[in-house]
């Protein structure tokens, strides 16, 4: 099949339902949530991490200055 504005982004499998494609769907959700989970705990230590590096060189900026 030729790949036509109407058809791009599309997936054409052929002898699959529409209830054989929600389960597929569902599979891929269900083993992408441990990832966005990971992203959502991963926030905080990376927020901490990030203000600590910003802390620090303001207070070598700082020692530097004086």
Do not use: H
């Not at 966005?36 to 990376?46: G, K, Q, Y």
Request: aromatic share 8%; charged share 20%.
């Amino acid at each position: 099949m030729m790949a036509s504005e109407e058809s791009i982004g599309r997936v054409y499998l052929p002898n699959t339902s529409v209830v054989n494609i929600a389960e597929m769907d569902e599979k891929i959700y269900q083993k992408a949530r441990w990832w966005r989970i990971l992203n959502r705990i991963m926030v905080a230590p990376a927020c901490l991490i990030i203000s600590a590096v910003v802390s620090i060189n303001d207070f070598v900026k700082r020692l530097l200055i004086n």
